[in-house]
């Protein structure tokens, strides 16, 4: 199978410096889509591949800050790197607060860019797998029946009380029953311990109570 190239996004109301950047980066094997506002970029990216986004700050309608603002919402694969002639210290610290790598004043250097770029590419696929990962990790604990996503759910509510017979008390079940869902749980996560079991489920805590 064939690798595609890292893929970076210009969207830059300036036409010269898309036509500028997508020369300079497809000489140096990138792949190249550069969009001249942050609406044509978003109606063409649908967030299934990682990428760099070369982002101007002040564009008219959605400016640079409100699109990356957008883009956290969406949470997708990309990393940003600002360009821009007229950015001031309050834009590049709310920039950097919202994950920017870098706020580059034009005129800027061609070198100090492709370093940027290449840091945001790394990023932003690191940022992918991890989603993915997270995502194949959901799909395992939906396996669950919920009966078994309750058993799961007291055991990450009450670490002190992971017995068969104290999970079996606090559920109105028996502990062999516990113990039937205990190895059918384990089997379903394809963990070998509950001790496994609770630090995956506790990376989807954020998600709320476990449910299939």
Known sequence: MTTRPPLVFIVDDDQD???????????????????????SFLDAYDGTRA?????????????????????NRRNWPLAVVFITGHGGVPESVQAMKGGAVDFLEKPFRQSDLLDRIATAYQMASARMADTASQDAL????????DREAE???????????????EIGGALGI???????????????????????????????????????
């Open 17 to 39: 410096i898309r036509t500028s950047l997508t020369r300079a980066l497809g000489q140096r094997g990138y792949e190249v889509e550069a969009y001249a506002s942050a609406a």
């Open 51 to 71: 990428a760099c986004l070369v982002l101007d700050y002040g564009m008219p309608g959605m400016n640079g800050l409100e699109l990356q603002q957008e883009l």
């Open 138 to 145: 959901r799909e395992r604990f939906a396996r669950l029946t």
């Open 151 to 165: 058993v799961v759910n007291h055991v990450l509510a009450n670490p002190a009380e992971v017995s068969s017979k």
């Open 174 to 212: 028996s502990p062999r029953t516990v113990d039937h869902h205990r190895a059918r749980i384990l089997e379903k996560i394809g963990v070998k311990s509950l001790v496994e079991l609770v630090r995956l489920a506790a990376t989807l805590q954020d998600d709320g109570p476990l449910r299939p």
